[in-house]
């Protein structure tokens, strides 16, 4: 199935809200693929698009800024939940887990570098297509990936639940330890709270 795009990529810059701690915690469809220690004091939850261009700026520049300071210190963990905005973002995520959980990151990050140029071709599958190939999906990989239902209807299922119970309007948006961030595009919007001392 040749992919179509959908040009309005969604942008939030965050409301104060909180979800309820309990079912934030019980994604649904898909699991969390934590990074850091599970006993950190914290817990950030971040719903990312591949094709937003503020979630790419926040896993290429933010993202790393995050894992060095908070995560490898023992102070946050972390899972990004993949979300859907538009089929070319179906399709990626569906590459990206095809070609395996050891180049999954690697994968992601090629196509997020070819964004612009995926939206611009008149061949949006052709692109597509050499893209996974260069991540190691080859043709048939890359065919019975699109034809995983199953795969599909659980990145929608937790799209769907991210927007519909816990009040996301876009993405990129976060969670920490189930209070939404707003979020102003620097590392400040989680330090101004993961650096406040712990409650006694």
Do not use: W
């Not at 701690?21 to 649904?28: F, G, R, W």
């Not at 997020?112 to 999906?137: C, H, N, P, T, W």
């Amino acid at each position: 199935m040749k992919p179509s795009v959908l040009l309005s990529i969604a942008l939030c810059l965050g409301l104060a809200a909180t979800a309820s701690a309990s079912s934030l915690m019980e994604p649904a469809g898909l699991p969390d693929r934590f990074m850091g220690a599970s006993n950190a004091p914290s817990t950030l939850i971040v719903y990312s698009s591949p094709t937003c261009p503020p979630c790419i700026r926040f896993e290429e520049q933010l993202l790393p800024q995050l894992k060095t300071r908070y995560v490898d210190t023992g102070r946050l963990r972390l899972s990004v939940r993949p979300t859907v905005n538009n089929q070319i973002d179906a399709a990626i995520l569906l590459i990206a887990d095809a070609g395996g959980l050891m180049r999954r990151d690697t994968t992601l990050a090629r196509f997020r570098a070819k964004r612009s140029e995926i939206f611009a071709a008149k061949d949006q599958e052709k692109m597509l297509r050499s893209i996974a190939a260069q991540s190691g999906v080859d043709s048939a990989a890359y065919d019975r990936a699109m034809k995983n239902a199953a795969q599909r209807l659980a990145l929608q299922r937790l799209t769907n639940q991210a927007y519909d119970d816990f009040g996301v309007q876009g993405t990129p948006s976060f969670f920490l330890d189930g209070v939404k961030l707003s979020y102003d595009g620097t590392l400040a919007s989680f330090s101004r709270h993961l650096d406040k001392p712990p409650r006694r």
